[in-house]
């Protein structure tokens, strides 16, 4: 009885100790990977404090891997719990006869107690890693112990895991590892600084040899053909860089994530790096302090396949911004979007003859790039030459705040001076916008004018908008697909941009799959002599698109509509505003528009009907003050369109 009751309170007194001092797991706060599409590593992160450390399990490394690191520490792994009697007694005889330690006598749990809580090697410290031990086994699976040594096991330098060892000294993951390279990670554990392959080769051949004719032979997994094989083989002369491909994406989806975590991605690592030299490769033909980013997404899903978000860390090129989200001046890049909202509302067609002529629009008398006028030409023309005077006349037209609020819906709202209002300039660059957000802009115009934001993380399919009509958006892609001035690729719509001042430079394009967009300046917005679109970006696009895999690239094919435009737009939309618009209190009269329908028209804000004459398509109407307002217009046959407004 006495006998039962004490082995109760032992029991009792050993479960309270685990709770109130449990093993501390701390130092299994892993660094972030970052993984493109195919679950390859894009880019890896250190874990705090600098170390390269990555979650490793048993799951990840070959068999042999595991068979050889059992065999060679701790045999009887699989049956103890966490302290092997025999191996303990073996190391204190050998200890009392030699006067030396000649083996520890620990197993894998035992190191991967002292592992999670380093201590100096002493008898007390061993007892601790054999409670440790106990501890760990009570908690985890055997394979679960092993993805702890796995994960910390020393490999060199700054060096923890086997996952980072093998990154690092071979380049690819463990689960790659052939028997050679498994061994020498085995044995890289052991003494990590005196068997450093870049330092000590010789000793770390051996360590390895060891590993492979001692252990692996009998270990299982590995025949007697690839030890010898394995043998021959050398060793690693110098340590590879950690993968480091889209770091400014990766340090941003990296941003808040959870210390070990794998992030999946949509980019191709494939891609990414071909990317990656094309950018480097073309910046030699800049001066300094140039820089250059490019992306590259599928027009469908919007997902983006590559991403370059400048010379990352390179401090004279501002290599720590990501200038794919950096605000510029688009010069004449968001033209065709301003085309389609032309030919959508029936200003123009694309035969449209208009003028490219010396005019005034009150005391605003834009010129083209070139200084010079081209007279009368198509519409489609005037685009293709990217001509300013028929932009800003198409926009006149159009009104600035219908097209601001447009491009806000498109995803791309134009940045301007703080309290200023939307104004002609807009047709030629006159608010900041991103490489992203043209890049998506121009996904529009192949994606039937739905309007949807590029993403770097898998999503499911989303329903976006349509901003433009599908006719609209397939002209305006139309009339830019061109052969490339310099040669590349055929069946790719494209336009160029450049800011006033040589500031920025654009190329932006889109094939039947794929969209892309090339920006090159200076970061900190000073001007380069000569910078031009066309000139700088556009060769760079030309090889994008030329570096594209073959099989998923395919020509953009525009077909032709059964309709003519004046036909088309049939139903009932407004024009202005459009949904999600926002004016500001003091600028005047706003004119509400509508298209489609049977007419009369009457329009309504908040319900009230607004005096205009009802044969036409167009009311005036002064805001009262800021807030919110609802806009509804009725036609003939009591179909109803509307949208909300907002006036700061």
Known sequence: MRWGLGLVILVVAVLALDRALPPDLSRLRAGIEVLDREGRTLSALPAPGGIWRLPTAAAEVPPHLVAMLLAAEDRRFRWHPGFDPLALGRAAFQWIRAGRVVSGGSTLTMQAARLLEPRPRTLRSKAVEILRAVQLEARFSKD????????????????EGLRAGSLAWFGRPPGQLDAAESALLVALARRPEALRPDRHPDAARAARDAVLRVRAAGAGGVSGAEVALALAAPVPAARQPMPRLAPHLARQVAQGAAPGSRIATTLDRDLQRAMERLAEAALHEFPDRAALALVVAETDSRSVRALVGGSFGVEARA????????????????????YAMAFEAGLARPETLVADLPFRFGSYAPENFS???????????????????????LLSELGALRYAAA???????????????????????????TLRELVALYALLGDAGRAGALTALPAAPAEWPEVVTPRAAAAVAGILVQPFPGGGPGGVAWKTG??????????????????????????????????????????????????????????????????????????????????????????????????????????????????????????????????????????????AAAAELRVR
């Not at 679960?144 to 060096?159: D, H, K, R, S, Y």
């Not at 134009?414 to 006159?430: D, E, I, M, V």
Request: proline share 11%; charged share 20%; hydrophobic share 45%.
């Open 371 to 393: 200084r010079d006028f081209t007279g009368r030409v198509t519409a489609a023309e005037a685009l293709r030459q990217s001509l300013n005077l028929p932009a800003v006349a």
């Open 319 to 338: 290599g720590m911004l990501d200038l794919t989200r950096a605000v510029r001046s688009p010069g004449s890049a968001q033209k065709p979007f301003l």
């Open 144 to 159: 679960e112990i092993l993805g702890i040594w796995l994960t910390l096991a020393p490999q060199g330098g700054n060096l």
């Open 498 to 639: 450049t800011s006033w001042g040589g500031r920025d430079a654009w190329a932006l394009g889109l094939d039947a799959r794929h969209v892309a967009g090339v920006w090159i300046g200076r970061p900190d917005g000073t001007p380069i002599p000569g910078l031009n679109g066309r000139a700088a970006a556009l060769p760079v696009l030309a090889q994008v698109f030329a570096r594209l895999p073959a099989a998923p690239r395919q020509p953009l094919q525009v077909r032709a509509a059964p309709r003519p435009f004046a036909e088309a737009a049939d139903r009932l939309r407004l024009l202005f505003p459009m949904p999600g618009a926002e004016l500001v209190e003091g600028a005047g009269p706003v004119t509400l528009r509508a298209t489609g329908g049977r007419r009369p028209l009457v329009f309504l804000v908040d319900g009230a009907p607004l005096p205009h004459q009802r044969a036409r398509r167009e009311a005036a109407w002064t805001p009262p003050g800021p807030g919110f307002y609802r806009v509804t217009v009725l036609d003939a046959d009591g179909i």
């Open 407 to 433: 491009l806000k819906a498109a995803g791309s709202p134009p940045r301007l001076a703080s309290g200023a209002a939307p104004s002609l300039p807009l047709a030629l660059g006159g608010a900041g916008t």
